[in-house]
Nanobody
Framework: QVQLAESGGGLVQTGGSLRLSCAAS????????MGWFRQAPGKEREFVASIFWGSDSADYADSVKGRFTISRDNAENTVYLQMNSLKPEDTAVYYC????????????????WGQGTPVAVSS
């Protein structure tokens, strides 16, 4: 059974940085794609970034391009989301997700989810 565990969230001031981690376990992840999503209070869950486990090709939401970077550590089975130049509108619970096959931006296409880690950006 695939298990995903996020960590690294917290409270940060506008312009600050955080690095989120997603520890994946339960199987080998060759052939999987990993995604980061976020959900703010009263809003739908939205795509942030994704990466295919077998390549360095990544995709980002327009709202985070140039500020966020997704990466993975194969040896540690961990995916990271480096978030720089944070804004109050980045405040949300951030979720890690996994799916078999190419990366996609729709949360409905992901099979496995972590519990989420909250990020709050103060103005």
């Amino acid at each position: 059974q695939v298990q995903l565990a996020e960590s690294g969230g917290g409270l940060v001031q506008t312009g600050g940085s955080l690095r989120l981690s997603c520890a994946a376990s339960g199987r080998t992840f060759s052939g999987y794609s990993m995604g980061w999503f976020r959900q703010a209070p009263g809003k739908e869950r939205e795509f942030v970034a994704s990466i295919f486990w077998g390549s360095d090709s990544a995709d980002y939401a327009d709202s985070v391009k140039g500020r966020f970077t997704i990466s993975r550590d194969n040896a540690e089975n961990t995916v990271y989301l480096q978030m720089n130049s944070l804004k109050p509108e980045d405040t949300a619970v951030y979720y890690c997700a996994a799916r078999v096959g190419p990366a996609r931006s729709s949360p409905r296409l992901y099979d496995y989810w972590g519990q989420g880690t909250p990020v709050a950006v103060s103005s």
